[in-house]
């Protein structure tokens, strides 16, 4: 029998959902609650099979204020006639450091290792957190299922992971890689075996390009490297994100610029990446137009972008001692041909060949007959890993 449950994925001023009718995979209504916090808070849907979106404003005070607008909108659209309905809620919930290394149903414990969390991940684990208990509140009946970022990655061996420094702060303080986007890089992965078969899949990189942007290197369906790393900050140049820069840089901003650690954590994370070196945009379609009209900081932020992809996935073939299917997802991966062409341009040596009429068309498989490793467009969906993970907790 189908089971109805709900995917969240929950920001500082926003929370996306989707409701599923599970085995079957089917999405009954996916929406947003943005700027939460707000006196202007936007709510909208869409019921599947109905052409229209439905959209609101109102002031959204909190979480829970944005939570029950979804219930009142899921009960008012007769989507489910009754809260019970709702067997599950998954969440995506950044750190799960190491202690989770897959998904778990949230009790008290598991809430309170999650906040404790919160120094590995600042930015996202209180968040996540927020939406646990705002649907804990409201949806008593649901159990609650916690969906790390970090868990994918968690079969990667010790020779990626681990940092070169002193050894105590491995173990006292759980400083090593990490990894972020283990559900995008899961769900891309699936597709490319369910289309191209586990043999053509082996050896594959995923790139999950979006405002942030991490790369991994997935060997027989297992990370065995991803650039992302003890947080979503290292790896790729990204938006508003620094990516990997040498670690002196930090003390040395700090004592010249007068600086605390906070205002360089805030620098990192906020005014850094294509931002920061173009002063256009953390947009890549931004800094492209830009480019295009001959501002040249935003051609050397692009190159660097560009570069720093490329370099990645040459270390990666070494992980995967070799490639047979490079990926592009989120954002940037699924919808900037521009950006696949100049990444895939200086591939040849790996055989890599992309036909720029498909790349363009952004198809499924842009990677010419003659290209010796097959280059895929794969949208995203890290809702559907979420809710997958859910049934299998909830639904036994
Ligand atoms: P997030 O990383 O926040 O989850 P997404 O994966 O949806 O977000 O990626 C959002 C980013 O994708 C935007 O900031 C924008 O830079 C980029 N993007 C979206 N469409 C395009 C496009 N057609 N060309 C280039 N970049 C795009």
Redesign the pocket.
């Known amino acids: 029998m189908s089971k109805k449950i709900l995917a969240i994925n929950a920001g500082s001023s926003s929370l996306k959902f989707k409701l599923y009718n599970m085995p079957e995979e089917e999405v009954l209504v996916s929406g947003l609650v943005d700027r939460i916090g707000h006196q202007d808070g936007v709510f909208s849907y869409k019921i599947a099979g109905q052409p229209d979106k439905h959209e609101t404003t109102q002031p959204i005070e909190d979480h829970t204020a944005g939570v029950q607008l979804v219930i009142d909108a899921l009960l008012g659209s007769g989507t489910i006639q009754d809260k019970s309905e709702i067997i599950g809620v998954g969440h995506r919930v950044s750190h799960g450091g190491r202690y989770y290394t897959q998904s778990v149903e949230v009790d008290d414990a598991v809430a309170k290792k999650i906040d404790e969390l919160s120094v590995l991940s600042p930015l996202h684990n209180p968040v996540n957190l927020l939406g646990i208990e705002a649907f804990e509140k409201l949806l008593p009946e649901a159990k609650d299922v916690a969906v790390f970022d970090t868990s994918f990655h968690s079969t990667m061996p010790a020779k990626a992971y681990t940092y070169a420094l002193p050894y105590k702060f491995y173990e006292e303080d759980g400083i090593r890689r990490y990894g972020f986007h283990g559900q995008s890089h899961q769900y891309v992965y699936g597709e490319a075996k369910r289309h191209l078969g586990e043999k053509a899949t082996n050896k594959l990189i995923s790139c999950h390009l979006?405002?942030?942007a991490s790369i991994c290197a997935v060997k027989n369906g297992k990370s065995v490297n991803t650039s992302m790393g003890f947080t979503p900050l290292a790896g790729l140049v990204m938006?508003t994100r620094s990516g990997d820069i040498d670690p002196e840089i930090l003390p040395f901003i700090e004592e010249e610029h007068n600086m605390s650690p906070e205002d360089v954590r805030s620098m990192l994370n906020h005014d850094s990446g294509l931002k920061g070196i173009s002063g256009v945009s953390?947009?890549?379609?931004d800094v492209?137009e830009a480019e295009k009209a001959g501002n040249d900081r935003a051609k050397l932020a692009m190159s660097i972008y560009i570069h720093q992809i490329q370099q990645f996935i040459g270390a990666y073939t070494t992980d995967l001692e070799g490639l047979e299917t490079l990926v592009f997802t989120?954002?940037?991966g699924e919808?900037?041909a521009p950006?696949r062409s100049r990444v895939c341009a200086n591939l040849g040596y790996l055989g890599v060949e992309i036909d720029e009429d498909k790349n363009l068309a952004n198809d499924f498989e842009i990677s010419t007959p003659n290209s010796r490793v097959k280059v895929l467009v794969i949208p995203?969906d890290e809702e559907l890993i979420i809710a997958r993970d859910t049934l299998k907790i909830v639904g036994a």
């Open positions: 979006g405002n942030g938006g953390n947009d890549v379609r492209l989120a954002g940037v919808h900037s950006v995203t």
